[in-house]
């Protein structure tokens, strides 16, 4: 009988880039960026805020997909803007195949959402397989953020026909954990509209929750719940007038064994954007031999 072990890991990463790490002709960011992810070895990763990345044939993108050996599930423009800010899905294809892909949400979104199917390379069969959807959802309010993942990202947070019974939902969801406290006194107020409850008389309540809470009773899992550790904040790092710290970031599961979930947190990664990655390793489902590792 073959010396099996325990079953292999997949990391998955999202990270929003702040502006595709590029700064008017420097690419410094972008630079930096990419040696992060090369070092975190994600075999799913979705970024978000791929600005510009659309130029001279998609080449940032393209440049991403060649050092981190990955293939690329899909890139998106946003629905609103300028249509140069584009969410991305990618993954390892040396241990994993996509049978299928899609972009949820079109003409719904203020940014993108993008399906992926995909399958442990050894699995003999379709028990390992899992739905990745890599997402990017609007910073303008609640109400949008609650609306974009009504159906687009609740439906995946149970059995649904036609889809794995395991998933993973990667994102800059724009909305905090439910367990997390805004000082509001850290915020700038021009910017309480994006992430506070507006009452009819147009003044403020606390943190509008709403998308996350939705999430959560549909089924998606918060790791941290599965995990019992609380992971540092994703954003309010970056910039002087807004020390709100709290996470913003996440990688919601459904179905999957969690070994890890943490914010990957350095200097390099606080000076190279406003937003830290986010990285989970959860087990593929498939048994390993002995001196094969992670997915």
């Known amino acids: 009988m073959p010396d099996l072990r325990p079953p292999a890991t997949l990391r998955a990463v999202t990270y929003n880039l702040l502006n595709g790490g590029v700064d008017g002709r420097s690419e410094e960011r972008f630079d930096a960026q990419l040696g992060i992810i090369k070092s975190l070895v994600p075999g799913v990763l979705a970024l978000q805020e791929c600005t510009r990345w659309d130029e001279n044939d998609n080449r940032r993108l393209n440049t991403m997909a060649k050092e981190t050996e990955m293939s690329v599930v899909a ?17 390892r294809p040396a241990k994993l195949r996509l049978l299928d892909r899609r972009q949820r949400g079109k003409g719904v979104l203020h940014h993108a959402m993008i399906q992926a199917h995909l399958r442990p390379l050894d699995a003999p069969d379709d028990s390992a397989d899992f739905t990745a959807l890599g997402t990017h959802l609007a910073h303008t309010d609640g109400d949008t ?9 609740t439906d995946l947070g149970g059995a649904f026909l036609g889809t794995p019974r395991r998933a993973m939902l990667l994102g800059d969801l724009n909305c905090a954990r439910t367990a997390d406290t805004f000082d509001w006194d850290l915020v700038p107020p021009n910017l309480h509209a994006r992430y506070r409850l507006v009452r009819p008389d147009g003044t403020f309540g606390d943190a509008d929750l709403r998308a996350m809470q939705v999430l959560l009773a549909s089924g998606w899992q918060d790791p941290e719940t599965i995990t019992k550790i609380r992971r540092t904040p994703t954003v309010g790092h970056y ?15 459904r179905g999957l064994t969690v070994r890890s979930y943490e914010t990957y947190d350095t200097a390099m990664a606080r000076h190279v954007s406003d937003h830290l990655p986010t990285v989970l390793d959860a087990e593929t489902g498939v048994q390993r031999e002995k001196g094969e590792g992670r997915v």
């Open 75 to 91: 890139m998106v423009p946003s629905r609103i803007g300028d249509r140069r800010n584009f969410t991305a899905l990618l993954y």
């Open 145 to 153: 953020r609650l609306t974009e993942v009504r159906g687009w990202a």
């Open 239 to 253: 910039y002087a007038n807004e020390k709100g710290d709290v996470c913003l970031d996440h990688i919601l599961v």
